[in-house]
C-alpha cells in the first residue's frame, strides 16, 4: 500500500467519524431535543466507540493479513452508517423521556458501530504499511497526527458546510455511499472475493429502510427540525414545531388568536403594564405570534426581533402569516451578540422566548444578559422571560433569583395548578411595582386564572437558589429532575 493511500484512509475515516459525531445531534434531536446532555451522550459515546474501535481493529490486524481487512471495514463501515437513519427514526420516537440512559441508549444503536468500525481502519493502515521496527514511532505519529487532521477537517466541513447544506439524512446516505463504493474498490483490489459486492444490497436496503420510514422533520435548518402543522379545528391554524416542542401556533386569519397559554399570560402583562403602541423587544421570533399580536391590538407599536434562525424567518413569512413592516426590525443571530444592536432605554417591554428544546439557551438565561435586557428597558419597562420547568422548578428558581438581582421588583406567574405539575411559566422584572391584580384581571380576560407569586411568598418560593451567570448556568441540570 503507497503511503498516499494508507494516509487517505485514516485521514478519511477518522473525518467521518467526527462527522457522524457531529450530525448526530441533528439526527437525534427530533425525539430528545439539543440539550447539554444529548451532545454529552453522542461525545462520550463516540469516544467509547473510538477506544473501542480501534482496540479491536488492532487485535483483529495482528491476526489477519491488514489488506483483506481494510475494504470490508469500510464497506461495513458504510453500511453502518446508512442504517444510522432507520435506527433514529425507528428507535427515536419511542424515547419518552430525555434522560440520560434513553440518551445513551440511542446514541449506541444509531452511530456506535459505523464509528467502532470506521476507526479500526487506522490501526490496520499502521499495521499494513509499517515494514522497520525502528520506524514505529515515526509510522505510529505520522498516521495519528493524520487521524487528527481528519477528525479536524470532518468537524469543520460538517459545521460550516455540509449542515447549512443538506439534510441529516442526505449527509448520512452520502457519507454510506462514498464508504461502500471506496470499500469495494479497495476490497477488490487487495483482496477480492466473491462476497465483495454482496455490500451493495446491504447498501441499498439499509436506504431503502430509511426512506420508508416517516422523516420527522420537514425542513432542516442549521438549529432545528422543522414542521408546520395544520389545525385540525380551523383550517387557518397552524402550529409550529422546533425538534420536540410545540413552539408556536398562529391563526392566519385572526392574528388576535393566541392558543397557547403562554402566549396569553404574555398578552395579559402586556395589557396590565402598559397602553396603546408599546415599544418592545422580542427574543426569539419563532412563529412571530406575539408582534403579530401587538401590531393587531396595538396599532402603531414598534418592535425589534431578535432571531437565531433565518429559515425560521422566512418559514414565518411564507407559512405562518407574519408580514413583516417597517415597525418591526429583525436582525437574525444569536440574542447574546444581536442585543447588542439595540439602542438603550428604548423598550417598554421586553419578551423573552427562545428556546432549544425544553430549555431557554443558558447564556439567556444568566445575570449577565438579563441585565443587558434590563439596558435596553425604559425606567418603567417590564422583561417578561417564558420559562419551561418541571414540577421541582429548580430553574425557574433560579431564573427568578437572576432577575430579583437585576430588577428591584419581580414576580412569577402560571397557572396555579403548574406550581405542582410544571409547565409554562412567567418570570416578570421592573424596577417598577408589578400589578398582580392587574395581571390577573387581564389574564381573566383572556380566560386564564393565574397565580401570580410576588413579595414574601416569592422570596418564600426562591429561597436559597443559585443565581444563575455566565461563569456558572447549569439550566440543562436545574431542569433534569422535573421533567
Known sequence: MTPPLAGLLVFGTSGVVLVM?????????????????????????????????????????????????????????????ALAVPMARLLGPTAVRADPPTLVLLVLVTVFVPAAVLSAVPPAVVKAVLADLDQTGSVVGRYSALGTAGAIAGTFLTGFVLVPLFRTSQILVGLAVLLVVSGLALWWWLAPTRTTLLIIPALLGAVWLGNTLADPCETETSYYCVRVEQDRETSSGRTLWLDTLRHAHVDLEDPTE????????????????SEGPVDVLHIGGGGFTMPRWLEATRPGSTGVVLELDPVIVDIAQARLGWEQSPAVEVHVGDARLGIWRVDQSSADLAIGDAFGGVAVPWHLTTDEFVGQVAAVLRTDGVYAANIIDGSEMAFLRAEAATFATVFDQVAVLSLPERFGSGGNFLVVGSDEPIPSDEIVAAGELLDLDLRVLTGDELDDFIGDSQVLTDDHAPVDQLLTPGR
Open 21 to 81: 459525531e457531529i450530525v448526530a445531534g441533528r439526527l437525534l434531536a427530533p425525539y430528545v431535543g439539543v440539550t447539554l446532555e444529548t451532545f454529552t451522550a453522542i461525545i462520550g459515546t463516540v469516544l467509547a466507540s473510538i477506544a473501542l474501535g480501534t482496540w479491536l481493529g488492532g487485535r483483529l490486524a495482528d491476526r489477519v493479513e491488514p489488506r483483506r481487512l481494510l475494504g470490508p471495514e469500510l464497506a461495513l463501515g458504510g453500511v453502518a452508517v
Open 258 to 273: 393566541l392558543r397557547f397559554t403562554y402566549t396569553r399570560m404574555l398578552a395579559a402583562v402586556a395589557d396590565a403594564t
